[in-house]
């Protein structure tokens, strides 16, 4: 991952609505964007859940996803193993880093004969500590959201990375809700998730614009993901609260412009502009041995005479010359 931007990762998700050509122009679309990586998930539909038709298994009764059944959902939205070798050669080809949300050990073992380099661990996997222990053992860079985690649960999972010796470990602050709203984002929880864990942070944004990102930037994350589609129109299970090629590539310059923002710590002032501040001036001629009073000399614009922190310290004392109005006072006028 980058060490001195923001690593920002555009996530395919199943925005490829099961068609490769599909999928790799929408690739091509994310490098022109400005993405830094492609992020696609690992998984056939018995990785996530169980074919049953019961009230755990059953159509979801609200939301977005409303009348589907789990297992039907994940057969639609699951990338076909064998597009990952070429996806992540076309991919790389523009520049881009290509990893993967894996969601069970045979899908690790897969995404390691891909020599993948980063691995991504969803929302909703947290509490999969099994599968955490054996993703962090791989030794590559984890990235962890945290949807829906509680305080415990985070400490859980970056433990877990820790006790097999990975300590590169990335959290992102995410809120669960397809798409969420910008009030639900909380993003003062990201300094707080570096300064409790000692990690790095990031933000994973399911709102619709770029707001949250340029935000979460300004407060420490170093990573940003959004999902990216080439049209909504296309439709598909992600594609509601997915960014178009447009939307994305504004918010990559916005992200940018955070980053450039931020710059570092500093309170130079440029001799130019300290030319610009105020100074203490004679206001009408003075004759040699007259008292500076107020009515004499004053603070104006601009900064060639003294500080006006002396202004009280020259008031009462004796002129040693002639001064004229306009002239900037100095040490050895008095």
């Known amino acids: 991952m980058n060490n001195n931007n923001t690593f920002i990762i555009a996530e395919l998700s199943a925005n490829h609505n099961n068609n490769f050509d599909l999928a790799v122009k929408t690739i091509q679309e994310m490098a022109k964007a400005g993405a830094d990586a492609v992020k696609v998930q690992t998984y056939t539909p018995d990785s996530l859940t169980l074919d049953v038709d019961n009230e755990y298994f059953g159509p979801k009764e609200s939301g977005l996803w409303k009348g589907r059944r789990p297992y039907e959902l994940f057969q639609e939205g699951s990338l076909p193993y064998e597009w990952h070798e070429p996806l992540k050669r076309a991919a790389e080809k523009l520049g881009l880093s290509f990893f993967s949300t894996p969601f069970d050990k045979s899908g690790v073992d897969f995404l390691e004969n891909l020599n993948i380099p980063i691995y991504k661990i969803a929302s909703l996997e947290i509490t999969d500590?099994?599968?955490i222990a054996y993703v962090a053992s791989k030794k590559k860079p984890m990235i962890i959201s945290t949807g829906v985690a509680e305080l415990a649960d985070i400490e859980r999972a970056v433990n877990?990375?820790?006790?097999?010796?990975n300590e590169d470990i990335t959290l992102l602050k995410c809120t669960s809700e397809y798409p969420a709203t910008v009030a639900q984002a909380n993003l003062l929880t990201i300094p707080n998730l570096r300064d409790t864990f000692g990690v790095k942070v990031g933000v994973s944004d399911h709102t619709m614009g770029s707001t949250v990102p340029v935000v979460a930037v300004s407060l420490g994350a170093s990573v940003v993901e959004k999902h990216f589609i080439l049209?909504?129109?296309?439709?598909?299970?992600?594609?509601?609260?997915s960014m178009e090629p447009d939307e994305f590539r504004r918010m990559v310059n916005s992200v940018r412009e955070a980053e450039i923002s931020l710059g570092k710590i500093t309170y130079h002032v440029s001799e130019p502009n300290k030319l610009r501040r105020r100074s203490l001036f004679v206001a009408r001629d003075i004759n040699k041995g007259e008292l500076f009073?107020?009515?004499?000399?004053?603070?104006v614009r601009p900064g060639n005479g003294l500080h006006p922190c002396h202004y009280e310290e020259i008031i009462g004392k004796k002129a040693k010359m002639d001064l004229v109005k306009g002239?900037?006072?100095?040490?050895?006028h008095f």
């Open 129 to 131: 500590i099994p599968l």
């Open 160 to 165: 877990t990375c820790r006790k097999v010796g």
């Open 231 to 241: 049209e909504r129109g296309l439709g598909g299970p992600d594609s509601g609260f």
């Open 293 to 299: 009073t107020s009515d004499n000399i004053r603070s």
């Open 327 to 332: 002239q900037p006072l100095a040490f050895h």
